[in-house]
């Protein structure tokens, strides 16, 4: 298993990164979280990491502090809740936001993610009850990931990449874009509002 990854970062494009790791270039999915706190290409970070083996593939996913990976790794224990889903919870709620949910049994909050159902909702959250104590035990900000900046000159298509790649629709990614494209500044504001409206709908 590959704890974590440390080395300069060559791009970022949601929901994929490529890490420069002495030479080798690892590319990762990361939630929009982490995305969210990486620094600008070029500059040396540290994620943490867990490895999906597939017999077509090793899917590796990246993550800015261990808080997001343990939650990501109780995710995938539900039965129905595969790394898609839970980069789409992760890129929707934060972690605190997430037990909240569980602690107040909140099925509605949860369905507003893609990719969620109402029974994968109850069961996720059945689930869960004996479990997020273990995310006490990690410190949220243990790690060098550094501050967010723009990917590129195009925020809107970045927004539109990202959202489209969490599983929402495009139409419907379009939608929230132009709602809240006036009062948001960056690529980053522009995705986390975007997400907010889409998690009201």
Do not use: W
């Not at 070029?42 to 997001?68: C, I, K, M």
């Not at 495009?170 to 409206?197: C, H, K, M, W, Y």
């Amino acid at each position: 298993m590959i704890g974590f990854l440390k080395g300069s970062l060559v791009s970022k494009l949601p929901p994929f990164l490529v890490l420069n790791v002495q030479g080798v270039g690892y590319e990762l999915e990361a939630p929009m979280a982490t995305f969210y706190e990486l620094p600008e290409e070029n500059t040396e970070v540290l994620l943490f990491t867990h490895l999906v083996v597939r017999e077509d593939a090793h899917l590796l996913y990246g993550f800015s502090d261990r808080a997001q990976r343990e939650l990501f790794r109780s995710l995938l224990k539900i039965n129905g809740v595969g790394p898609r889903v839970g980069l789409a919870i992760l890129s929707t709620l934060s972690t605190s936001q997430f037990v909240q949910c569980v602690n107040q049994q909140d099925t509605l909050t949860l369905t507003s993610v893609p990719g969620i159902g109402k029974k994968t909702a109850e069961r996720m959250l059945l689930d869960m009850r004996d479990r997020i104590s273990a995310l006490d035990h990690f410190d949220a900000g243990d790690n060098d990931v550094a501050g967010g900046v723009e990917l590129n000159q195009n925020p809107v298509e970045d927004a539109m990449g990202a959202l489209v790649a969490l599983g929402y629709k495009a139409a419907d990614a379009s939608r929230a874009i132009r709602t809240v494209e006036e009062n948001s500044p960056g690529r980053d504001d522009l995705i986390r509002n975007a997400l907010q409206f889409l998690s009201k709908r």
